[in-house]
T-cell receptor, first 116, second 114 residues
Framework: AQTVTQSQPEMSVQEAETVTLSCTYD???????LFWYKQPPSRQMILVIR??????QNATENRFSVNFQKAAKSFSLKISDSQLGDTAMYFC?????????????FGQGTILTVHP | EAGVTQFPSHSVIEKGQTVTLRCDPI?????LYWYRRVMGKEIKFLLH????????ESGMPNNRFLAERTGGTYSTLKVQPAELEDSGVYFC????????????FGPGTRLTVL
């Protein structure tokens, strides 16, 4: 079974600075997807960024980028130029590849607070 | 386009009672998932529908939980009888069939069993 571990229960950062959230996972699969989801306070969870395991290039979405280290089974999220609206719970998630659907396996989440 | 909606947003019931949670997926999404987050722990998968069929129900904790998806549209998750350990936030997600399978989440239903 796959496991996802987020070792940072809480993080904080000053506005405009950069922060990195850690995620490690364990799987015997070679084909899979990794995701970072964000849940702002009292709002629903939305997808921030995704990475296909077969792609060596790290995914980037505006201020959000990942550092995907397949051999180390590490998938960290870097948020540049942090904004107050980035305050949220961040979840790392794993999904097996091979089909066009499938359940997500989540980490425990990291609460990120951006301070003005 | 309306997102995934869930009803109710919050439910407080006594141990032994029955509660039914509802999820309306995004129109046209054949995949529908239920997840649960118990206080302080990770979000865990419960089950997955493809249209009206249960594709994977490996995460359902026990037979007190019954999920249905009539006509492949909305889904209900019934807990009968509820126990204290059922308290948590129940999330629903839906997705189209494509290679990325981005799952769109609802706001969740917070269930409190007293």
């Amino acid at each position: 079974a796959q496991t996802v571990t987020q070792s940072q229960p809480e993080m904080s950062v000053q506005e405009a600075e950069t922060v990195t959230l850690s995620c490690t996972y364990d799987t015997s699969e070679s084909n899979y997807y990794l995701f970072w989801y964000k849940q702002p306070p009292s709002r629903q969870m939305i997808l921030v960024i995704r990475q296909e395991a077969y792609k060596q290039q790290n995914a980037t979405e505006n201020r959000f980028s990942v550092n995907f280290q397949k051999a180390a089974k590490s998938f960290s999220l870097k948020i540049s130029d942090s904004q107050l609206g980035d305050t949220a719970m961040y979840f790392c998630a794993f999904r097996e590849g091979g089909t066009s659907y499938g359940k997500l396996t989540f980490g425990q989440g990291t609460i990120l607070t951006v301070h003005p | 386009e309306a997102g995934v909606t869930q009803f109710p947003s919050h439910s407080v019931i006594e141990k032994g009672q029955t509660v039914t949670l509802r999820c309306d997926p995004i129109s046209g999404h054949d995949n529908l998932y239920w997840y649960r987050r118990v206080m302080g722990k990770e979000i865990k998968f419960l089950l997955h529908f493809v249209k009206e069929s249960k594709q994977d129900e490996s995460g359902m904790p026990n037979n007190r939980f019954l999920a249905e998806r009539t006509g492949g549209t909305y889904s209900t998750l019934k807990v009968q009888p509820a126990e204290l350990e059922d308290s948590g936030v129940y999330f629903c997600a839906s997705s189209q069939v494509n290679s990325y399978n981005e799952q769109f989440f609802g706001p969740g239903t917070r269930l409190t069993v007293l």
